[in-house]
């Protein structure tokens, strides 16, 4: 399959991991489809499908366990044979550690939880979800016990969402961005613009985004963008990769920066080697790396002057009764306004509302504060960080649907992919050239090379050590939000 010389027993593994291979390609597909085609009513076999192809998925991995535990005996694995065994070794070992019967119950008290979740946040009341949100807490401390850890608990949770990760990486991030950006915070940055009100037609919303599609040069033989009410990518293979985008309606921003969000998700994907289709590395290396290339696209390039005088013409094709310039758009594609609601949240505040989150995950998972503490803290870090107040549960701690889900550990990595395409940012000469050229191709070059090529063989920590020679350093992002804001 790979064009050298492969250890023997890694062979072997590799050939018996197609089947798993072709359950998770099955599934992507199947997960796709619900959020894009599937009637409504077809939520309910396919819950089911889902409930079996995850337990077959589970013996299939844990049928590799003992052949992955004499590889790793082996001296002299190359980097690629070590990935693979780290990433099918991070698998089976949730698998071992974790009971079933705990996966079970996290899956149940979810699925209930977040019906609940729902309906207390439309009443913006804390009630019918509390004892759902008590369970799922405490079942992700159990869980957190059962996979171990050193130092903090919350340690075993944020490395499951991305490898290595842990508390102080995240202590030291947050230190740097929430001491250094509220200097920008205060001064006189646009807050409002009326574009943000206007309502657009989609069917020339549809044609702004498929133009950002060609030029952005997605090949449509590998690539197909489809809508969804919550955008996102899927690489169900390296020659077949899906994004979503959303139309409102309203504040066309928020469709034209999902779409090119998720081209950022979707490059990646397209570009992981070829010969590492169907291996347990043949996929991006985390989520905070994941994350790093959409908001790569999304903001440094999308955001950039010179983006927005590239797609100018583009932008031509939404009519509105009065004409406006590249600076009104640039203006308001970036805004600056506290708000209570992350996903509505500019690129300077959107890292507040994931310090708030850690702050709450980590203290709730060392049993620093009791759940009912949780509102009140919310309130207390959204006034210490952002100067502003919910008003109740809904605009406050009800606003995201991770903690109905059980997904306690993954917020840190929106912050980390905003921290690692700081990094890139920095080692990446002449952006500003490239973007005004046009020339996006070699953009996508070097992140091909920096990053996407290797998929998943080096563990994320590696991979920026290896191809940035840096760590998880916040400075790089803050002085691009310092040089980008001081101009606005
Ligand atoms: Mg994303």
């Not at 050939?15 to 798993?20: A, E, F, L, N, Q």
């Not at 989150?357 to 006034?383: A, C, G, Q, T, V």
């Amino acid at each position: 399959m790979l064009n050298y010389h492969m250890n023997k027993l890694v062979e072997e593994i590799l050939k018996k991991y197609k089947r798993i291979w072709a359950l998770k390609y099955a599934s992507g597909l199947l997960g796709w489809d619900i959020e894009t085609y599937m009637p409504p009513k077809g939520a309910n076999a396919r819950g089911e499908v889902f409930a079996h192809l995850d337990l077959i998925q589970k013996q299939e991995i844990l049928s590799l366990a003992s052949f992955v535990e004499e590889a790793e005996k082996i001296e002299n694995l190359d980097d690629l044979e070590k990935g693979i065994i780290r990433v099918l070794n991070r698998e089976i070992r949730f698998y071992k550690k974790v009971p079933e019967e705990i996966i079970v119950k996290l899956n149940k008290v979810t699925s209930e939880g977040t019906i609940y979740w729902r309906i207390d946040r439309k009443k913006d009341e804390f009630n019918s979800f509390k004892p759902y949100l008590q369970r799922i807490i405490e079942i992700n401390k159990i869980i957190a016990e059962k996979l171990g850890y050193e130092k903090h608990p919350y340690n075993a949770l944020l490395d499951l969402y991305e490898e290595g990760l842990n508390v102080e990486d995240m202590n030291s991030i947050f230190n740097v961005i929430t001491h250094k950006l509220p200097i920008l915070l205060e001064k006189d940055l646009p807050s409002s613009h009326e574009l943000e009100h206007l309502k657009y037609n989609e069917d020339e919303m549809k044609k702004v985004n498929e133009e950002v599609l060609k030029l952005l040069n997605m090949p449509f033989d590998r690539f197909r963008m489809d809508i969804s009410t919550h955008p996102f990518t899927i690489g169900i293979s390296v020659d077949d990769v899906r994004i979503t985008t959303r139309y409102e309606g309203i504040d066309f921003k928020r469709s034209l920066y999902s779409t090119i969000h998720e081209c950022g998700h979707a490059i990646y994907n397209l570009n992981i080697d070829k010969n590492l289709e169907g291996t347990p590395v043949g996929i991006g290396a985390s989520s905070g790396i994941h994350e790093s290339q959409s908001r790569f696209w999304e903001n440094i390039i999308g955001r950039s002057k010179e983006f927005v005088e590239l797609i100018y013409h583009i932008l031509k094709n939404l009519r509105f009764e009065k004409n406006y310039t590249i600076s009104d758009f640039y203006i308001y594609f970036n805004l600056v306004k506290p708000s209570l609601i992350r996903v509505d949240a500019d690129e300077l505040t959107y890292n507040f509302h994931i310090a708030l989150r850690f702050e709450i995950e980590k203290r709730i998972i060392n049993d620093e504060i009791e759940m009912d503490e949780i509102p009140s803290l919310w309130n207390e870090l959204m006034e210490k960080y952002l100067k502003i107040r919910p008003k109740g549960y809904a605009d406050g701690f009800l606003q995201d649907m991770h903690w109905s889900k059980g997904w306690f550990g993954y917020f840190p990595t929106y912050t980390l992919g905003n921290v690692i395409a700081g990094i890139i940012w920095k080692s990446f000469k002449n952006l500003k050239n490239k973007v005004q050229s046009g020339d996006l191709e070699s953009i996508k070059e070097f992140l091909k090379d920096k990053i996407h090529k290797y998929g998943a063989i080096y563990a994320p920590k590696d991979l920026l050590k290896r191809s940035f020679n840096e760590t998880y350093n916040a400075e790089y992002l803050v002085e691009y939000l310092f040089e980008k804001y001081n101009l606005i």
